[in-house]
């Protein structure tokens, strides 16, 4: 039997930016099994670029990270949310913080995720993290099948009209055209890292194939190294890390031919906007199916892997070092063949 169709839902996903790629999975299924409800996010303000223009949502709500340890902001946050009389309230993050956000909002079901986090009392109803692991956003597509109780489909980041326009007109200030490489090399785990010679070495592969040039993606906190690594690679490649706006990544990603990355948002946004995509895994459980995008995925499973957050190599990170730049290469250009 179908659920009560809810008149209002928030999601609560506050960070990080790949798991708010992944949630997207969730927001597509609410979207297409209640057409009719208001359909809110609760995230950062240094996230909420992502979540703007998203027609799915009715509003993205920014709450910043001071308002999260200050009980006066606290008290206007749930004001606010309390007067917007949400039916449903979806703690898609598990962490205590998200527990008390949700709490805040009210809302006549809350449902969240099973975890070791406290105040879990605070929601109605805590599910396991199921699912198919080693399908893309299976936590998200699993906690949709329970709400909706329907299939979810895979993570899409929609492009919009204005987002697209502001990046035709960058790439020709950058004299780039539509095809290029997109590189994203940089994660916040040095043990998910890709070494930087390897991506030197690819670039120059990739010049030498054809398939460049070459853009470097990140963030502002990455541009001492991405500039490092991009003075190494052929003339024409590019570096744009720190350079894009949050809300036109999507778009970006969208104009490369092909994307090469770690387990990162930026990879996870590329495929999410059907590029095709060379994903390299080492210390973390990849995802093998379930994307709509050509994917390849490059995870040697290791003995010690995935080690996660406990890496036991003394910093020889072997399982990412031994996937060489000539086996990315070789994976890219089949994700380019024709398919017959």
């Known amino acids: 039997m179908p659920p009560t169709a809810p008149r209002s839902i928030l999601i609560v996903r506050l960070s990080a930016l790949g798991d708010l790629v992944f949630c997207s999975s969730l927001l597509d299924a609410l979207r297409s099994c209640f057409p009719e409800a208001r359909i809110d996010w609760l995230a950062q303000d240094g996230f909420c670029g992502l979540l703007r223009d998203d027609p799915r949502l009715d509003n ?6 001071q308002a999260l340890t200050s009980p006066r902001a606290w008290l206007r946050l749930r004001r ?3 007067s917007r009389d949400y039916d449903w309230v979806v703690d898609a993050q598990g962490l205590a913080k998200s527990r008390w956000l949700a709490w805040l909002a009210g809302g006549r079901r809350r449902v969240g995720f099973r975890s070791k986090e406290p105040l879990g009392f605070l929601l109605h109803e805590r599910i396991d993290k199921g699912g198919d692991i080693a399908a893309i956003a299976s936590e998200y597509r699993h906690l949709a099948a329970h709400l909706t109780g329907s299939p979810a489909p895979p993570p ?6 204005a987002a697209a326009a502001r990046v035709a007109t960058a790439l020709r200030d950058a004299g780039l055209q539509p095809g290029f490489v997109a590189l994203c090399p940089f994660t916040t785990r040095p043990q998910k890292h890709w070494p930087d010679a390897h991506w030197v070495q690819l670039a120059h592969d990739l010049a030498a194939s054809g398939l460049g040039p070459c853009v470097v993606f990140g963030g502002p906190s990455d541009r001492t190294q991405a500039a490092a690594l991009a ?8 570096d744009l ?9 999507p778009a970006w990603l969208q104009q490369a031919r092909l994307a ?6 930026l990879t996870h946004i590329a495929i999410a906007v059907h ?6 895994f080492g210390s973390t459980c990849p995802y093998t199916r379930g994307a709509e995008s ?17 890496p036991s190599c003394d910093g020889a990170y072997t399982c990412l070092r031994q996937l060489t730049p000539r086996r990315v290469l070789d994976a890219g250009r089949h994700l380019l063949e024709p398919q017959t």
């Open 60 to 65: 993205a709500i920014a709450v910043s990270r």
């Open 231 to 238: 003075a190494r690679m052929p003339a024409g490649s590019i």
């Open 294 to 310: 050509p994917l390849a995925v490059l995870y040697d499973a290791l003995p010690c892997a995935p080690c996660k957050r406990r």
């Open 241 to 249: 890390s720190g350079r894009t706006a949050l809300a036109d990544l």
């Open 275 to 280: 590029t095709p995509t060379v994903a390299l």
């Open 156 to 161: 899409r980041l929609p492009v919009g009209d």
């Open 80 to 82: 606010e949310l309390r």
């Open 260 to 265: 090469i990355g770690v387990d990162t948002g």
